[in-house]
């Protein structure tokens, strides 16, 4: 018999912690890395990576936003796929898209759309924000209006050149008048032995996505010393399919199908 009674209490108890413990890990994040990329550095990192047109028309020039990360101050990581049934509605972004098209746009081949790379983003960090699609989508492009990266180093002297080179401190110092130490610097290189290449801007936001902050965690640029500034050129880039890129792949290379 008191076997019996217990039963129900253990079971009460179980419901309690359940309800008591989050359902996902929202809660775990306390501030965002604003991601925004060049695409200068990212369609010259390899011989290989050349871009495309997105076939929503020409992408703007300028840096495009990558994601608005969820991360963690503590366990400096970012936190991730909060939702174990992501939904996705392109129809929930109609009033963004235009902005999405032109600043949140994927210029790899073949031609796309850029909208798996939402799907993908939101159902990475953006079911762990704590915020509807829209309005994650909303804040993210809000923010990189705000801090206009561009008009930042362009009045510091910084502008896209082939040839010409920048001190790693010369761009970090640009940011720090207007965005204070909110920001690291992400390089890439076209070969392991190549140039350094402005790639990424990651900015610190609070965790309501409306202000610029000091970044919790301190981390270090992979940039060396020097750092070139590759132009971007939207009108050049080619429409281009992937039975086109079939088809100028060598033949002794190899496509598994």
């Not at 600043?103 to 762990?128: A, D, F, L």
């Not at 930042?152 to 970090?172: A, C, H």
């Amino acid at each position: 018999m008191a076997t019996s009674k217990a039963l129900p209490l253990l079971f009460l108890l179980g419901l309690l912690s359940l309800a008591s413990s989050p359902t996902t890990a929202a809660s775990e994040f306390d501030f965002f890395y604003l991601s925004l990329m060049w695409p200068g550095a990212y369609c010259s990192s390899s011989f290989w990576s050349k871009c495309c047109r997105p076939t929503t028309g020409k992408p703007a020039l300028d840096f495009f936003v990558q994601a608005l990360e969820t991360y963690n101050s503590i366990t400096d990581e970012p936190v991730t796929k909060c939702s174990t049934q992501c939904r996705f509605s392109v129809n929930a972004l109609r009033d963004l898209i235009d902005d999405l098209y032109a600043y949140w746009t994927n210029v790899s081949c073949p031609s796309n759309n850029g909208r798996q790379q939402w799907e993908r983003v939101w159902c990475t960090y953006g079911t762990c924000s704590g915020f509807n699609q829209t309005y994650y989508f909303q804040r993210a492009l809000a923010l990189r209006a705000k801090v206009d990266l561009l008009c930042i180093l362009k009045n510091n002297g910084i502008v896209p050149s082939s040839t010409k080179s920048y001190t790693l401190e010369d761009i970090q110092n640009a940011f720090i008048p207007t965005l204070g130490f909110s920001t690291v610097v992400e390089c890439n290189q076209k070969w392991w032995f190549g140039d350094y290449q402005l790639y990424k801007i990651h900015i610190c936001v609070s965790s309501d996505a409306k202000s610029i902050i000091s970044c919790p965690i301190q981390k270090s640029s992979n940039c060396g010393s020097k750092v070139k500034f590759l132009p971007f050129d939207p009108n050049a880039l080619p429409i281009s399919n992937l039975a086109d890129l079939m088809i100028k792949m060598p033949a002794a290379i190899d496509i598994d199908v």
